[in-house]
């Protein structure tokens, strides 16, 4: 539970940093155990596919990335816990695993989560892991890809669409690894949550709000040790710095919401994290919240697209 105090900055401010949130052997052990075996399962792959040159089982998580990484294997996609905004395939890669599943519910989570919109709680599917490789290692055309590179300023609200402009979401940003304004950690706008929703444009790579709208002066870096965790209001700018460090930089952002109200990516599924009225909705089994995300990839892998964002870019600041 979070204080009244704590509610109230929130409110204010338009986010929240809370150290030592999560509890780091039950929420966050449990997650890099999970992603260990992972990258041993990828490995193996992809050295049987001629890929990579051997599967570095000796080395520690982040050298074996490293070296994956640079020889061309792309890890991001089956790391990352939603299926990507477009080009949706039967067999794009996903994450769905029991440590993952555990940190949507972990119950320190929810009782933040219930601080801030009340005891009915919706898992939004809008959700990602991102583990930024440092600037030396990184290639040019993934500096502006947001699960690897740098994150442009946005609003959640403004990269989800605008059925749910008037849901209570609340995004949970959750550093798995010590954020530092060095290493990439984000940064807010304070306040910036009662200015509206100010123009997003589209670029290849990701929708970004137009630099020069940006005070860059009033930006707050919010470092975060492992375990704490980043609450903020969909409607907070935001963006990311950039990995000038030697190490990787590993978060989560997990988004809720009330059950009932839109979720923004009505083609990804969510699901009922907590609910105080009725308990017996609340999802517990990790084998059918699987389903539900192999069940919208084959949905998707029919379709040629979906709609994910309200903008067209054709705004001169765009250009
Ligand atoms: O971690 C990042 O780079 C971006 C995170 C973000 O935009 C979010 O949590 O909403
Ligand atoms: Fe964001």
């Known amino acids: 539970m979070l204080t009244s105090e704590q509610v109230q900055q929130f409110h204010d401010n338009g986010y929240l940093a809370v150290d030592k949130l999560l509890d780091y052997e039950l929420d966050i052990q449990p997650v890099i155990d999970e992603y260990q075996q992972l990258l041993d399962q990828l490995c193996e792959r992809w050295v049987a596919e001629g890929r990579l040159s051997e599967t570095y089982r000796h080395l520690p998580f982040e050298r074996r990335l490293v070296e994956a990484y640079r020889a061309g294997c792309r890890y991001e996609n089956h790391f990352d816990i939603a299926l990507p905004n477009s080009g949706v395939q039967p067999d794009t890669p996903i994450h769905l695993g029991p440590a993952v599943f555990d940190l949507l519910r972990s119950p320190r989570m929810l009782a933040a989560v219930e601080s801030l919109i009340g005891g009915e709680i919706y898992s939004n599917p809008i959700q990602h892991v991102r583990i930024k490789p440092p600037a030396s290692v990184i290639a040019k055309t993934d ?9 442009h300023w946005h609003q959640d609200s403004g990269v989800a669409l605008p059925d749910a402009d008037d849901t209570k979401m609340v995004t949970c940003w959750v550093a798995v690894t010590e954020a530092t304004a060095e290493n990439g950690c984000l940064q ?12 997003h444009c589209s ?73 105080r009225l009725n308990p017996a909705t609340e999802l517990d089994d990790v084998e059918e919240w699987a389903r539900l ?14 709609k994910t964002h309200r903008w067209d870019s054709e705004d001169p600041l765009c250009a």
């Open 143 to 151: 500096v502006d890809r947001a699960l690897v590179g740098r994150t």
């Open 188 to 199: 807010v706008l304070p306040k910036s949550h009662r200015e509206g929703m100010s123009l």
């Open 203 to 275: 670029t290849v790579d990701q929708l970004g709000i137009p630099e020069a709208l940006i005070p860059q002066a009033e930006a707050k870096p919010v470092p975060l040790s492992p375990g704490g965790v980043l609450f903020f209001h969909p409607m907070c700018k935001h963006a990311s710095l950039d990995n000038n460090s030697d190490a990787f930089r590993w978060s989560f952002d997990l988004r809720y919401n009330p059950i009932g109200q839109p979720t923004g990516r009505p083609h990804f599924p969510g699901f009922v994290a907590q609910s």
């Open 293 to 306: 995300w192999l069940d919208a990839r084959d949905k998707l892998a029919q379709v040629d697209g979906v």
